[in-house]
């Protein structure tokens, strides 16, 4: 084995030099030296730039590790390859990458906001916003927010101002939209990858057929899977390129969306999947109901004193993964027998 050895060999490339580096990036790329900053002052890394280190705190977090035990479509899938939360998350921070590279933005703050994206969902998806959305009329819970929330209060990762812009905007329906091109790289990096890997668990569940999908579908983006995710990645390129902002063409949107409608009405509110969203429901507002009357029991880690207690139940709850969810409920409602 040869060993790598000597001074001439290696060569440093420390945070000046890396922000150097992205001077070279496109016009609208956002610089990390040009940062908004942080909540609170702090001295900067030797090498690392502000992206990359909240990138690499993301990834430490403990919202981020629970990610691997949190439900992206079907409750409780029997077999190993379903999606989860964390493998979406990887999907679409390599999609988010892979734009943000070939549109020569800044890669890390693509990364550090795809990382962190989906860390305030609630146990079982998208079903916990439908859930948690009545303690807080008029306004809704959305897991966007809740992102926000847990690396600026519940885990404080003083994360920089435009990577918590970008979790805060990178669903399509918040508004005001985010302020980078690196994090519509995201809005459209997330779209994407749950459309293509969410047909494949469909497919492999046995709830769609190939066959059903629209024919301009598998006519504008071929094979379900990989030929997806090229297609539409090409397309986003191609069109911000011509445009000079981050966007898809809109023949190719128009497809994207005919896709979204038909996987919400085949796959996201399919018969099976509502009957499991009810029960998935029932377990959040039961837990959230008994820790309300008892919030004493909420961990002191969630209880922050000048949030509400519906808040400081909802923070506990929406952090749980959806095996400890469904333990806890059973913990806390299943009939014990007395012997």
């Known amino acids: 084995m040869q060993e790598i050895s000597g001074p001439a060999q290696l060569r440093r490339r420390d945070r000046a030099a890396r922000e150097s580096d992205e001077e070279r990036l496109s016009p609208s790329a956002t610089r990390s030296a040009a940062s908004r900053g942080r909540q609170h002052l702090e001295e900067r890394d030797e090498f690392r730039t502000a992206f990359e280190r909240d990138r690499d705190r993301i990834i430490h977090s403990k919202a981020f590790r629970r990610l691997k035990h949190k439900t992206q479509v079907f409750l409780n899938p029997e077999g190993d390859h379903f999606v989860t939360r964390l493998t979406h998350t990887m999907q679409v921070t390599q999609v988010a990458r892979a734009l943000a590279s070939a549109l020569s933005l800044n890669e890390p703050l693509a990364e550090a906001i795809a990382l962190g994206h989906d860390v305030g969902h609630s146990p079982f998806g998208h079903t916990g916003e439908d859930a948690l959305s009545p303690y807080f009329m008029p306004d809704e819970w959305h897991h966007a927010a809740q992102s926000v929330r847990v690396y600026e209060v519940l885990e404080d990762a003083n994360l920089s101002w435009e990577v918590r812009d970008g979790i805060r905007a990178h669903s399509w329906k918040i508004d005001p939209p985010p302020a980078t091109p690196e994090a519509y790289c995201v809005r459209f990096a997330d779209r994407i990858a749950y459309l293509a890997h969410d047909a494949l668990d469909a497919l492999r569940a046995g709830t769609l057929r190939r066959e059903a999908f629209p024919a301009s579908v598998l006519e504008r983006f071929g094979e ?26 809109g023949d190719t949107l128009a497809v994207m969306n005919l896709l979204r409608d038909f996987m919400f009405e085949h796959v996201y509110q399919s018969a099976e999947q509502l009957r499991q969203q009810r029960r998935a429901v029932a377990v959040i507002r039961d837990l959230m109901d008994w820790h309300l009357e008892h919030p004493e029991e909420i961990p002191d880690t969630y209880r922050q004193d000048e949030a509400s207690a519906q808040t400081q139940a909802a923070d506990y709850i929406a952090g749980m993964t959806d095996r400890y969810a469904l333990a806890t409920h059973d913990r806390l409602f299943r009939p014990t027998l007395n012997i």
Not at 238 to 249: I, K
Request: hydrophobic share 45%.
């Open 224 to 249: 379900p899977g990989r030929a997806w995710v090229n297609t539409m990645i090409n397309a986003v390129i191609d069109e911000s390129l011509h445009t000079g902002a981050v966007r898809m063409d």
